[in-house]
């Protein structure tokens, strides 16, 4: 019987497994291999240099920060096991994690499954992904390799003008593909978009494929109106279309929102779902900030909570 399963590992899982083991949780961590399509670690290991995590003046790569953290997991006791979680079963206590052909009872669970950034799989994606393609502006707008250069931005909802509003304080233009005549984003926000003198908003427009030899040089798109291709030089593509969180293994048994994120404040714990002894907090339950940073912090939380819950459960 184990007293905490954490399931997938990424900034939040590795976070809460560091604060339960310091809490002599002996926790189990199932950290994945390549659960969503991504490697053990999460969406961070799509991106390069990461320059906005404390503690690093100079930057750090992203691989390296997740192996760290890896190490500092283990190094405090949590048992890491490279494999993927196939189904759970919440609806008795204990409640049981299926792996494979093993059947795991556990006490507790937290869930660190994350979101997955959505992306098109264009041509040319496969080869150009982290050498100027992206998924997040946030995370990786500011790098020199994107300064003083035009940029395309994929979305057409708040957060591609989220994005876009972004990626003007370090590209030389910003321009944004619609595949509508229209945006769907905030009132408050497309004003915005539309006062600003750096972006450009190409209606009725999808991308085709992306060019380049070592790095990206410019992408080809379809105005689906009329029907004619064109290709603009850009150093830099960012999509904008959404995440999709990684829930679907839960097969329903705990409260989701219309998206498909975990729903949690259920008690006075902030990171309980509607599973009492199951917690939930980071991407997968967190569709506004998408941050290592803010993942981290909430899964400290998540781990104190189910320390207290396992606590009061003697």
Known sequence: M??????????AGHTAAIYAARANLNPLMFEGFMAGGIAAGGQLTTTSLIENFPGFPDG?????LMANMRQQSVNLGTRIETKTVDKVDFQNHPFKIFVGSEIIETKSVIIATGAIAKRLWIPGEKELRQKGISACAVCDGGLPMFRNQRIIVVGWGDTAIEEALHLTHFASEVIVLVRKDTLRAAKAGQERIMQNPKIKIMWNTEIQEALGEKFLEKIRVINNKTNEISEIDCKGLFYAIGHRPNTEFLDGQVKLDEIGYILTHFSAAHTQTSVHGVFAAGDVADKKYRKAITSAG?????????????????
Do not use: R, Y
């Not at 184990?2 to 900034?11: C, F």
């Open 2 to 11: 184990e007293n905490l399963v954490i399931i997938w590992s990424w900034p």
């Open 60 to 64: 750090i790569d992203a691989n390296q």
């Open 298 to 314: 909430t899964w400290a939380m998540a781990a104190l909570e189910c320390e207290n819950f396992l606590w009061e459960a003697k």
